[in-house]
């Protein structure tokens, strides 16, 4: 079974930076397309950013879109979320998923493995 651990969260001032981190065991992440999605309190996940396999593509929501950056280090088998510019409506669990499909292209419409999340919560 696939285990996908975030990390990175916490609590930040509105106009601060956060590197949320995304890795797997026993699984090698460069095969496959990652997302990034969250979650608010009583709102719907929404998807924020992927990244593809096939060719590094990347995909980001218009409200992240420049301040956010999705990245891969690939010895370190982990994605990576950089978001600056955080702003309060930002404030939100964060989990990356990936898929059992090899080289594909984001965004995807399913994945196939989630990880538990971590919190986000940007405030003054």
């Known amino acids: 079974q696939v285990q996908l651990v975030e990390s990175g969260g916490g609590l930040v001032q509105p106009g601060g930076s956060l590197v949320l981190s995304c890795t797997a065991s026993?699984?090698?992440?460069?095969?496959?397309?990652v997302g990034w999605f969250r979650q608010a309190p009583g709102k719907e996940r929404e998807g924020v950013s992927c990244?593809?396999?096939?060719?590094?593509?990347?995909w980001y929501a218009d409200s992240v879109r420049g301040r956010f950056t999705i990245s891969r280090d690939k010895l370190k088998n982990t994605v990576y979320l950089r978001m600056n510019s955080l702003k309060p409506e930002d404030t939100a669990d964060y989990f990356c998923?990936?898929?059992?499909?090899?080289?594909?292209?984001?965004?995807?419409?399913?994945?196939?493995?989630w990880g538990q999340g971590t919190q986000v919560t940007v405030s003054s």
């Open positions: 026993e699984f090698s992440l460069d095969y496959y397309t």
């Open positions: 990244i593809s396999s096939s060719d590094g593509s990347r």
């Open positions: 998923a990936t898929e059992r499909v090899r080289w594909s292209t984001c965004p995807r419409s399913r994945y196939d493995f």
